[in-house]
């Protein structure tokens, strides 16, 4: 048990020690890395453009951060009502602005 509680740990601390760019840099990789979150993960898929598994991550994570990637895919994919439901369940403003920068703004929050 000591083992799981450790590696888990050991997990969140490179998590959290990882920036943007770092994130960035490790969508040239095949997977998304195993440290990140549901969340995190889906807006790996959404860069690599595979919006099915990042709407696949999104959905399993049932929190407010989950929630805010959620509503930027569906924003994204053209389903506003949606998204605004989403958006609403998070607790954010609802997107505007390029997708982008949206996905540069959550994930930036995500990694802090």
């Given amino acids: 048990m000591a083992h799981v509680v450790r590696a888990t740990h050991l997990r969140q601390r490179h998590l959290f020690g990882m920036n943007l760019q770092e994130f960035r840099s490790s969508l040239s990789q095949e997977n998304p890395p195993e440290v990140l979150s549901l969340p995190l993960t889906a807006l790996w898929w959404d860069a690599k453009g595979d919006w099915t598994k990042a709407h696949e991550s999104a959905e399993q994570d049932e929190g407010p951060a989950g ?18 439901y989403w958006y609403s369940r998070a607790g954010k403003s609802r997107g505007s602005g390029p997708f982008e920068q949206e996905w540069a703004d959550i994930a930036s929050s995500l990694l802090r």
Avoid: F, I, Q, T
């Avoid at 805010?68 to 053209?78: I, S, T």
């Fill in 67 to 84: 929630a805010w990637v959620h509503a930027y895919l569906h924003r994204k994919e053209g389903d506003a009502s949606n998204a605004a």
